[in-house]
T-cell receptor, first 115, second 117 residues
Framework: AQSVSQHNHHVILSEAASLELGCNYS??????LFWYVQYPGQHLQLLLK??????LVKGIKGFEAEFIKSKFSFNLRKPSVQWSDTAEYFC?????????????FGKGTRLSVIA | GAVVSQHPSWVICKSGTSVKIECRSL??????MFWYRQFPKQSLMLMAT?????????EQGVEKDKFLINHASLTLSTLTVTSAHPEDSSFYIC?????????????FGQGTRLTVV
């Protein structure tokens, strides 16, 4: 079974600061990796995903993530955060080629961006 | 992207009553939908997998008689919380994949916040 660990529970940054949110997963096989964002009062939205190929994935709103297989990591980055990035961020994983299986989520990281 | 819609967005009910939450795929057909539960400041925990035309598959520790799932059509799955109690208060979220888009992202409903008083 897969598991996901997000080490940062709450991150507080000033506008224009750089962001990196950690995500590590546990699974012996090949995985699909995702980052979702949940803005206050809204549903989960996909930021980016990795299935194969270039391990550096670019998503929406200037976010990117790098898959490092040897470290079982898929950290999310953004060079300069904005106040509007204040939200909850979830890393998720599921096994590749396993059919229509559910995602396994990390506990989430709350990002607060202050002016 | 594909759209998954949940209804209602929030509901308050009295202890002992039952509440039905609907999850619809608006522009695609979903043979499988997933129901999650999210406690405050915690992650989404998978409750069950809803299968069109057959019984749902429940995760360990989830009472199937309390959380009734019906997936009667390819676009609708319902979760009924029976005899609700305050400890059932939570945020319930459904998700589904669009099979036309292959093994890709899951799309999520906006969630239903249930408060049992």
């Amino acid at each position: 079974a897969q598991s996901v660990s997000q080490h940062n529970h709450h991150v507080i940054l000033s506008e224009a600061a750089s962001l990196e949110l950690g995500c590590n997963y546990s699974y012996g096989g090949t995985v699909n990796l995702f980052w979702y964002v949940q803005y206050p009062g809204q549903h989960l939205q996909l930021l980016l995903k990795y299935f194969s190929g270039d391990p550096l994935v670019k998503g929406i709103k200037g976010f990117e993530a790098e898959f490092i297989k040897s470290k079982f990591s898929f950290n999310l980055r953004k060079p300069s955060v904005q106040w509007s990035d204040t939200a909850e961020y979830f890393c998720a994983v599921n096994a590749q080629n396993s059919g229509n299986t559910p995602l396994v989520f990390g506990k989430g990281t709350r990002l607060s961006v202050i002016a | 992207g594909a759209v998954v819609s949940q209804h209602p967005s929030w509901v308050i009910c009295k202890s002992g009553t039952s509440v039905k939450i609907e999850c619809r795929s608006l522009d695609f057909q979903a043979t499988t939908m997933f129901w999650y539960r999210q406690f405050p400041k915690q992650s989404l925990m998978l409750m069950a997998t809803s299968n069109e035309g057959s019984k749902a598959t429940y995760e360990q520790g989830v009472e199937k008689d309390k959380f009734l799932i019906n997936h009667a059509s390819l676009t609708l799955s319902t979760l009924t919380v029976t005899s609700a109690h305050p400890e059932d208060s939570s945020f319930y979220i459904c998700s589904a994949r669009d099979p036309n888009q292959g093994d890709t992202e899951a799309f999520f409903g906006q969630g239903t916040r249930l408060t049992v008083v």
